[in-house]
């Protein structure tokens, strides 16, 4: 899909009205535009997830394939670039599942640890600079993708939906196949987990 | 409330999920422990 490139502002905002009824009506050059409009940004949704070129462009072609056959059952309340999103992750968490897995590591070592009577066994120092601000440097947005791409796979994944694809806990659930309790616990181990490999390079400043 | 307790709870404390009683410990125990507050605020 590499000749497919971002389109002029006028051509990413067609009527959406228009577009989904050429993709009812089964016409190849609705679902040619739809293809062009969106799969940039979801190649970048499934890169995300499954960190790995051949695996992410399989997924959103799985993804094209699923929304050509189910947009019968697309009913218009959400925006088709919504619906697509949620096909797109689905399609590349389904491909995450489907891989050889290797043995999950365990994140009990990023955790924080606690004395008997309670009190952080590592007490947290501040950092130099607020997260905000460290964020708005290039350096530490690319260090925070690598320390999120360390953390188990099943702590990233719901990291990488709740936090980067903002997705809210039920639908996180819902597309892991988890509780809505199992997100949440997730949710804050990654975090905590997260933290604790920031840490050493924010105490001290960048490194 | 401990450090264990504080930070435990720390995701529901930021989205305001707690009771009004807990929601106060919570906020007694960051007067008092700074080590706590340090981990809030690299944790945000």
């Not at chain 1, 929304?67 to 059952?73: E, H, L, P, R, S």
């Not at chain 1, 039920?170 to 905590?192: I, N, Y």
Request: overall charge negative; charged content about 30%; aromatic content about 6%.
């Amino acid at each position: 899909m590499e000749e497919m490139t971002a389109r002029s502002p006028a051509e990413e905002a067609p009527d959406e009205a228009v577009l989904l009824d050429g993709l009812r009506a089964q016409d190849p050059l609705a679902f040619e535009q739809l293809v062009r409009l969106h799969c940039t940004r979801l190649l970048v949704v499934a890169r995300n997830v499954l960190r790995n070129e051949e695996d992410a462009r399989e997924a959103i072609q799985d993804a094209f394939l699923s929304a050509f056959k189910g947009i019968g059952a697309f009913d218009g309340v959400a925006r088709l670039s919504t619906w697509l999103h949620r096909i797109t992750l689905n399609a590349a968490l389904m491909k995450l599942r489907s891989r050889q897995r290797h043995a999950e590591q365990p994140i009990d070592p990023l955790l924080p640890g606690f004395l008997d009577d309670g009190h952080q066994a590592d007490p947290a120092a501040p950092w130099q600079e607020s997260a905000a601000q460290l964020l708005e440097r290039r350096e530490t947005c690319d260090l925070v993708r690598r320390c999120i791409d360390r953390l188990p796979e099943a702590y990233r994944t719901v990291l990488l939906l709740r936090d980067i694809e903002e997705l809210d806990t039920e639908e996180t659930a819902r597309l892991l196949e988890v509780s809505v309790g199992v997100v949440k616990t997730r949710l804050r181990r990654a975090r905590q987990a997260l933290r604790t490999l920031l840490d050493p390079h924010f105490r001290g400043g960048i490194s | 409330v401990t450090c264990r307790k504080f930070i435990e709870f720390l995701m529901e404390y930021l989205n305001g999920e707690l009771s009004p009683q807990e929601h106060a410990e919570f906020e007694a125990h960051l007067a008092e422990c700074p080590w706590c507050v340090a981990y809030m605020q690299t944790y945000q």
